[in-house]
């Protein structure tokens, strides 16, 4: 059998048990995989969960959750010889669609067992990963706003959502900044900055999915200066995680870019989680840095 570690984040979804654990690990086995499962609680519990896995020199570390939880794990085998398989057990899982990965988990765990490994890209600001993508200004706030009326407010998600939509309107926030893009200086004054790991499509029936993850740049879309009801669209965009759609957007790609505003630390989002981050913030795309278990495309 060959042996993996399954880190799962037990706050995903539900029924994250012991008893649904050892139903997975059968799942596993039946694909001769001998599996090691984590039911981690919270990003400290996945980060030390793939630190001990690629410390190990694990071949196979698997990550199930949402796609905050793959980055976790992604996180701390980037530029290691571990292979990522994913287990899409959140509510939107980008990265695992713009792969093709099964978003059922019998056909998830198929895949690890029939699929072929690639090296993919990642981008990286101020030493952070992210592999979907990265946003300053109105989404970041959002989230905030939104974890914080769930906190103290017990509200429902969606519910919280729509108010710091409203919050974020009644704001009406712009940020001045200054970009270097692959060493071109652009000035801009936006209400949103979004950074891609790699190109997002801008139109057709495949609207805000990649290609590819492996084209080794960045992609930059700048909010243009929209009134009230324009930043309502990108707003409602945000709460839909449909922000690459909207039209409103200068775009450019790099490989490095730097942003610089007269703030001293920003709010800044990679991949839906938000941390503080001092400016100005550097952005890289670091080509082939990861390997994932794809699936095999059909004849």
């Not at 042996?3 to 706050?11: F, L």
């Not at 990642?122 to 914080?148: A, Q, T």
């Not at 495949?206 to 930059?220: K, P, Q, T």
């Not at 775009?251 to 505003?261: F, G, K, M, Q, R």
Request: with cysteine.
């Amino acid at each position: 059998m060959i042996a993996i570690h399954v880190i799962i984040n037990a706050s995903a979804g539900s029924g994250h048990d012991a008893l649904w654990s050892a139903a997975l690990a059968e799942q596993f086995r039946a694909y001769d995989f001998e599996p090691t499962i984590t039911l981690a609680q919270g990003g400290a519990e996945l980060i030390a969960a793939a630190v001990t896995a690629r410390e190990q020199g694990v071949a196979i570390v698997v990550a199930g959750g949402g796609d905050g939880t793959i980055n976790a794990v992604a996180s701390q085998l980037v530029g290691s010889k571990a292979l990522l398989g994913v287990l899409p057990l959140g509510t939107l899982n980008h990265f695992a669609k713009d792969l093709c990965i099964p978003l059922v988990l019998e056909q998830a765990i198929a895949n690890l067992a029939h699929g072929k490994p690639v090296l993919i890209d990642v981008g990286e600001v101020n030493e952070r990963i992210f592999l979907n993508n990265s946003s300053l200004g109105l989404y970041p706030d959002m989230v905030r706003d939104r974890e914080k009326q769930q906190r103290r407010l017990g509200r429902g998600k969606w519910l919280a959502c729509g108010w710091a939509t409203l919050t974020a309107l009644r704001r009406y926030p712009f940020l001045s900044m200054r970009l270097s893009v692959d060493g071109a200086q652009h000035a801009r004054r936006a209400p949103f900055v979004f950074i891609g790991n790699n190109e997002y499509v801008m139109q057709g029936f495949n609207i805000g999915e990649r290609r590819c993850l492996d084209g080794g740049a960045l992609s930059l879309y700048v909010a243009q200066r929209p009134g009230r009801l324009g930043l309502l669209r990108l707003a409602l965009r945000a709460l839909f995680g449909r922000l690459a759609q909207a039209r409103d957007f200068d775009v450019l790609l790099a490989t490095d870019i730097e942003i610089s505003t007269r703030h001293k630390r920003l709010r800044v989002a990679t991949d839906g989680e938000v941390t503080i981050m001092a400016t100005p913030l550097c952005y890289r795309i670091r080509a082939g840095a990861l390997a994932v278990i794809v699936p095999i495309p059909a004849p």
